[in-house]
Nanobody, 123 residues
Framework: QVPLQESGPGLVKPSQTLSLTCTVS??????????WSWIRQPPGKGLEWIGY???????YYSPSLKSRTSISRDTSKNQFTLQLSSVTPEDTAVYYC???????????????WGQGTQVTVSS
């Protein structure tokens, strides 16, 4: 069992950077072979994958968001962080952190999710 908990501000102004932290309990974010992912769901829309940081520290981002996305980690705190820069109201969504089971070839399937946190971009 690996609980995940998102935290961060629920309101961000346009042009600022959205920053969310996922705290992982019950397992190390460096354990083979897991991938630590961020996903979001805008109002009335489907889930959109943002990116992940792997157990190794390698990152991969959605091509549509790559230019604005940075995922990092703090292994001493067992946390990983999403930063999404230059936000607009289109970035308003519920943001989830999650774990993806995988292997050396890459991520395969989701197995744990956080509760999700609402982030609204508005001035």
């Amino acid at each position: 069992q690996v609980p995940l908990q998102e935290s961060g501000p629920g309101l961000v102004k346009p042009s600022q950077t959205l920053s969310l932290t996922c705290t992982v309990s019950g397992g190390s974010i460096t354990t083979n072979y897991y991938y630590w992912s961020w996903i979001r769901q805008p109002p009335g829309k489907g889930l959109e994958w943002i990116g992940y940081i792997a157990y190794s520290g390698s990152t991969y981002y959605s091509p549509s968001l790559k230019s604005r996305t940075s995922i990092s980690r703090d292994t001493s705190k067992n946390q990983f962080t999403l930063q999404l820069s230059s936000v607009t109201p289109e970035d308003t969504a519920v943001y989830y952190c999650d774990r993806v089971q995988g292997g050396l070839s890459g991520p395969q399937e989701y197995d744990y999710w956080g509760q999700g946190t609402q982030v609204t971009v508005s001035s």
